[in-house]
């Protein structure tokens, strides 16, 4: 069997939620396997990460380096195309950075790649059977990947419920092996998601709309049901994209994490990005043309009806 | 500067409703409707604009089959200068690593400073452009969502990450981005655009003219496969309100004042 790795993301030292989420997934792979967990940073805060992981990992491999003090893509690639080897099975997040980071690993190191992996159904020799979704979401398959010559596998967050119990792992300070680490993309700085004249993090009840408004002029029906629900209007990303809201309205993984007591979803298909800014198990309700959209698996009630007659109809019935 | 973009032809999802056929082999295809790749139009917009400011020329590329010329032409409608075809059935059943091997002998064959992808297309991989990259070794940024061109042989972009925070970062020419949503607004082709373009020769290469071997494409060089389609065992999933839309509102406004969605 061959040996797993799980990148660890982590901020400033914290380790994020996939580390844990990997260590169920590696363990779908092989249930024996002693998974060794990859920490890259600088200082105190790699040392910090270090031990979050290795709460959740038997072994940890430190990567302790000046140019690790921000996750470069391309610096880490380089890191790990060196001290990996070729026929492992490499965990990252599939997010921001493990998008950055992965598809090129997997042509470096030569191994197979498996991208946003939500499930994983077991080994069969070398391949691996693992399931993706496609069609934004609308349609779900069981996909093969053969991992003889290795495999990265990028894998969905929230996909894999972490488990309870602590294991006590050993670190192993790898930093002597970094090699040549220069990069021809250097890192200048974030900058930080301007703040909006709302703030819908705070509002108890949220009136969402998505692509299913269709059109800017309708913008107006959802303010007029949100003012007679006492709610704030928020919207999918393709609003904020198309300018017809301001990005502070935007729920999602790269909008805002919203924590509402109930959740109008009003065509919204219900992407896994768009859902990954819903916290708190919200009341949700979904309003959509298509019955078979996928908000319909996570929300609480479901309407199939076009939003833009049902909106006005129950505003009209509120006031 | 030479810009190449990569397209890709695919089932509008915000236009059909995905079936999945009973025995799990394919969707239903007959009646969609497809259209470029929403990440695509973002890229193909950013390109054209580099060009209207800095000079050069726009190329459009495609993998696919013949009436993946279409979204060609789209593009070519939008503004870009040129558009290739790159078909065959040795290209057929490719994964995202044959995609990309396919994309890397075209760019070989030319001599690009820019090459664009979308951020992800229908399958949601993401992976295509982070492949091609590393395969010319050249470097990349994915999700970009800025791009400053100046003069120099670097230029300067922004990825978006988390929460909508932008990371700035400058990288060197030649480069591989992948474009996210929202970077531009993307221009409006109308009927008369296409018609312009219509007859505009587009030359279509294959396996041979590439110099690929069958075996480093296609069914038989993919080491990802998809096996069927299907659909999940739904958990408890929402429940449905049934009846007339004023007895649905009804139902509603009664669950609301329930849960304290209505002041
Ligand atoms: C890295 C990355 C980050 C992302 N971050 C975010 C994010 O933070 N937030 C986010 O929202 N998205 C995000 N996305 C985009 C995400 O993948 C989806 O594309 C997006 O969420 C889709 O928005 P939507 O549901 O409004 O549109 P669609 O998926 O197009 O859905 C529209 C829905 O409306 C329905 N509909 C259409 N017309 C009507 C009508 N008249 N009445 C009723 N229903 C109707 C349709 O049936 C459909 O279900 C991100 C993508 C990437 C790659
Ligand atoms: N068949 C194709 N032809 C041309 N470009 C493609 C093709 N498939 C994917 N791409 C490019 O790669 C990007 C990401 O797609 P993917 O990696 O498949 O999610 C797309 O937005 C396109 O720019």
Redesign the pocket.
């Known amino acids: 069997m061959a040996q797993i790795f799980a990148y660890i993301a982590h901020k400033g030292g914290v380790v994020d939620d996939s580390a844990a989420e990997l260590a169920v997934a590696a363990r779908k792979i092989d249930a024996a396997a002693e998974v060794t967990a990859i920490v890259t940073g600088s200082g105190g805060d790699v040392d910090k990460a270090c031990e979050g992981a290795a709460k959740l990992y038997a072994q940890v491999w430190k990567f302790n380096h000046a140019d690790l003090a921000y996750p470069n893509a391309e610096i880490v690639r380089k890191l790990l195309t060196d001290v990996l080897p070729k026929d492992g099975i490499v965990l990252i997040p599939h997010d921001?950075f493990g998008?950055d980071l992965a598809p090129g690993l997997a042509i470096k190191l030569d191994s197979a790649y498996a991208p946003d992996v939500v499930g994983i159904d077991g080994m069969d020799g070398a391949v691996m059977k693992v399931v993706r979704q496609e069609f934004?979401?609308m349609a779900h398959a069981h996909v093969t990947c053969d991992t003889a010559a290795g495999a990265v596998l990028t894998l969905r967050p929230g996909s894999f419920q972490p488990e309870n119990g602590a294991v006590s792992g050993s670190v192993t300070d790898k930093s002597g092996d970094i090699g040549d680490i220069t990069a021809k993309r250097r890192f200048l700085e974030v900058v930080e998601a301007e703040t909006g004249d709302v703030d819908i993090t705070k509002a108890d009840v949220l009136v969402s709309?998505?692509?299913?408004?269709?059109d800017q002029d309708n913008i107006g029906i959802a303010e007029e049901l949100a003012e007679a629900m006492g709610a704030v209007v928020s919207?999918?990303?393709?609003?904020?994209d198309a300018k017809w809201l301001e990005k502070s309205r935007?729920?999602?993984?790269?909008?805002?994490t919203v924590k509402p007591k109930v959740y109008m979803?009003?065509?919204?298909?219900?992407?896994?990005?768009?859902l990954?800014?819903l916290k708190g198990s919200p009341f949700i309700v979904a309003?959509?043309?298509?019955p078979k959209?996928?908000?319909f698996q996570v929300a609480d009630v479901g309407i199939v009806?076009?939003?833009?007659?049902?909106m006005p109809a129950l505003t009209e019935k509120l006031s | 500067m030479e810009i190449l973009v990569c397209v890709k032809r695919v089932p509008d999802?915000?236009e059909n409703?995905i079936e999945i056929k009973g025995d799990g082999t394919d969707i239903e295809r007959d009646d969609l409707v497809y259209s470029v790749n929403?990440?695509d139009n973002y890229a193909t917009e950013e390109a054209i604009q580099i060009r209207d400011n800095v000079g050069g020329s726009v190329t459009v590329v495609t993998v696919g089959d013949d009436e993946a010329e279409e979204v060609l032409r789209r593009q070519m409608a939008m503004g870009a200068d040129k558009g290739i075809l790159l078909s065959d059935d040795a290209f057929e059943g490719s994964d995202g690593r044959g995609i990309a091997t396919i994309l890397k002998a075209i760019v070989k064959k030319g001599s690009y400073d820019l090459i664009l992808t979308g951020?992800?297309a229908d399958d949601?991989a993401?992976q295509v452009g982070g492949m091609l990259a590393a395969m010319l070794d050249l470097p990349y940024a994915s999700?970009v969502n800025k791009v400053d061109v100046g003069s120099g042989k670097t230029i300067k972009v922004g990825r978006?990450i988390e929460g909508?925070n932008q990371e700035m970062s400058e990288i060197e020419l030649p480069c591989v981005l992948s474009i996210?949503?929202g970077i531009n607004e993307p221009r409006y082709v109308g009927i008369r655009g296409i018609r312009k373009v219509a007859s505009v020769e587009i030359p279509t290469h294959g396996a041979g003219d590439l110099g690929l071997s069958a075996d480093s494409v296609g069914t038989g060089a993919a080491r990802v496969k998809r096996v069927d389609y299907f659909t999940p065992e739904m958990g408890a999933g929402a429940e449905i309100l049934e009846g007339s839309i004023e007895e649905k509102i009804d139902k509603l406004i009664e669950l609301l004042k329930a849960k304290g969605g209505l002041k």
């Open positions: 921001t998008m934004a979401g709309v998505g692509r299913g408004i269709e919207c999918s990303r393709p609003i904020v935007q729920v999602g993984t790269s909008g805002k979803a009003l065509g919204i298909s219900g992407s896994f990005q768009h990954g800014g309003v959509n043309k298509n959209a996928p908000i009806e076009d939003i833009l007659e049902f | 999802t915000a409703e929403e990440w951020a992800q949601g993401a999700l978006e909508g996210q949503t």
